[in-house]
Structure formats: C-alpha cells, structure tokens
C-alpha cells in the first residue's frame, strides 16, 4: 500500500494480496480521518459481498475466487466507539462479462487497485439501530 495526500484528498495505490477494507481502515487511522467519499477501481482475485435481507436482520454472503476487475467501488469512512468504520460496496466483473456485487466485506487484489478518497470537513458517527439491524449515520 502506497498513497499521497494532496489536502482533503487521498490517492491510494494498493498492490498484490493487500485487502480493500483493511487498508482503507488503516490509512482512515494513520491519518485521522472522521468522515470521507471512497470511490475506485482494480484487478481482484478474492472477493466477499454480501447483501442484507432486512427480514431477517442478517446478511447473505458469498465468495468469488478467480479473475475479476472492479468496476466501481463506491463507500464512506465514519467514525464508531472513536474508530475507523468502512462501509464499501463493489461491483467486479469475470472475463466473461458477468457483474457481481454488493456490501463488501473483502476483496483481495491481484494486479493493483485505485483508490480515490475524498476527505470532507466534519465527523459523522454511527450508531446501531435494533429497528434496522444496521449500524447508520449519527448526526
């Protein structure tokens, strides 16, 4: 993992077996960050989405293994109990064209991934909602 911080933005080069979710995480802690726009794109060969059934108040998840590129990475990083929280969703596509997506809990990269951050004044927290089942936006 490599990035440079030019003010309120953040270009972040991930390499071969660094992990999406981990590495936003860290660069959230090393430099501060309370409240920001993810977005990106990358070559992938581990990925895990999932998709949350508001029912049953439990999410679906699902594993791909192979040669995937990411065609969208789109997220927030808040704040939770002082910590970092990552909230990504991602679509990836195989050689064959077909798309998968969803929350993004992990995906691993093969070749390189991109990754844009956009640092934005101000801290939004999360809270818990039992009525949700999801951890949202506390203003």
């Known amino acids: 993992m490599e ?3 030019f003010g309120n933005d953040v270009v972040l080069r991930l390499d071969p077996d660094d992990e999406i979710v981990a590495a936003v995480s860290e660069l959230a802690a090393k430099e501060d ?6 977005s990106g794109l990358g070559a992938l060969k581990e990925i895990v989405v999932g998709v949350y059934d508001t029912e049953s108040k439990t999410y679906a ?11 969208a990475l789109t997220g927030t990083v808040t704040r939770m109990n002082g910590a970092p929280y990552i909230h990504l969703h991602m679509n990836a596509g195989d050689a064959k064209g077909h798309v998968i997506g969803g929350h993004l809990n992990k995906a691993v990269v093969s070749a390189t991934a991109e990754i844009l951050i956009r640092i934005i004044a101000g801290e939004v927290g999360r809270v818990h909602s ?5 951890n949202i936006f506390q203003f």
Do not use: C, P, S
Request: proline content about 0%.
């Open 61 to 71: 998840a699902n594993t791909f293994t192979g040669t995937y590129e990411m065609t």
């Open 130 to 134: 039992d009525e949700i089942g999801l």
């Open 3 to 5: 990035y440079k911080r």
């Open 33 to 38: 960050i309370a409240l920001a726009k993810v």
